[in-house]
């Protein structure tokens, strides 16, 4: 099972996560983008209520390859010039968004 992080790679439209253990998963950037760990759109992911209107905003954005930074060696913080540049993404939220095992409150 994906666990222990050992590379990501972005290519134009999407970022690939390969794991210690030889498990790949890719996902669209601007799946990721909806689940931007930053204060500002946490509490919209958050609530069920916000989180679709989060998810088409940023379906309606460009495309964009954020720019990418390590943090340590369990972060990473990605740059979007549209906006969102203070979030740190842990290696744990970005596995969760692609396993789909972000919980949302109810
Ligand atoms: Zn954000």
Redesign the pocket.
Known sequence: MADRLKELERADDSITLRYVDGDELNLPYHELRAW?P?A??RPRWKDPHRRLGLAEEVKRLRVEMPKAEAVGRYAVRFTWTSG?SS?LWSFEHITDIALNRLEVDH
């Open positions: 931007c930053c500002k759109c969102c979030g």
